[in-house]
């Protein structure tokens, strides 16, 4: 007995043992780029951003370093494959890559009010409103916003809630993005059930645009909004020269959103269906999908872009509209919120 007590109190003790793994210092540029969808420099900036939060106890034997947790959580993003495919980049069990996936989903989300901004200073409005008038030409517009499904497994608690128009479960996330799909807000808190306009409402959204000293712009969104002053969605049924050409232009701005969650789906595959049904609860699955925003947003601060195939965005665009349910028409719109389309509409019709 004494020898085997022995034995637990050396297990204890003994020194950490760091078994040879591979990491993105392993790949080159090109394949840290193909395989976590980043730059080495921009992986080795996201270790030191979560090196406090992802160290383990250095009691512990087998601890796996930073840079291990990092590359198997990124592979995970990317890939959309769920734990086997890992070993062959971090070399750990299943178990490890599932600890990891949490540990630096955990950390990204708690850092994600440094990376995903909407803009709120006059400085940085004008900013946006000039990005959406150079590349788009039209005015005012701080934001596109939309909703986004991502699918997961049937939860164990309320499942039928998130239950979508196509009879799978997923979660209905709201988005809003900059001229550069740059994403500048998320609000992931409800089931696949959920109508955009009813995530809307329950968002900060209105609260913001509504307060004392309101954004100076607004919004565009799709007509599963509903139209407000601040909100810019539309012509449901278009019946003049002038209303046709604000629809057309509307549509061409409003589809940065659409290719914002292309570039999300392209980057980061488990967002996908295609990468298969995401098999965790629907608070990790919202953790998750927050955690890539901010991965996405620094891929592109690092100046790493995607070349998207016109047909696929147009593939991604039809599964996700698909999963969407229509708004009805709302005859009680404010005349201050037709006031304000017709006025842009007019000014879009002379330009």
Known sequence: MEYLIGQRIGR????????????????SE????????????AVTDICNLLADELETNACCPYALPVAVKVTAALHFFASGSFQHPLSSVGGISQSAVSAAIHAVTSGLVRHANDYIKFPMTPASQERGKQDFWANFGFPGVLGAIDCMHVQLRAPSESALIYV???????????VICDATCKVTH??????GSSHDSYILANSAIPALFQRDS?????????NGYPLKTWLITPYIMPTTVRE??????????????ERTFGL?????????????ALQYSPQKVAAVFVACCVLHNIAMRYGCLLDINEDTLQEFRRRDAELHVPMSVNPNTPAAARARRDQLAEELHHL
């Open 12 to 27: 204890r003790w003994r020194q950490r043992v760091h078994r040879p793994r591979t990491t993105y210092l392993s790949l």
């Open 30 to 41: 090109e394949e840290c780029r193909c395989k976590l969808r980043l730059t080495r420099q």
């Open 164 to 174: 979508n128009r196509k009879g799978t479960h997923s979660i209905n996330i709201q």
């Open 186 to 191: 998320v609000f992931a808190n409800y089931p």
């Open 214 to 222: 309101p954004p100076e712009g607004w919004l565009l969104g799709d």
């Open 244 to 257: 046709i050409s604000f629809n057309r232009k509307h549509t061409e701005t409003h589809a940065i959103i």
């Open 264 to 276: 999300l789906k392209m980057r980061f595959r488990c967002l996908d269906k295609s990468g298969g």
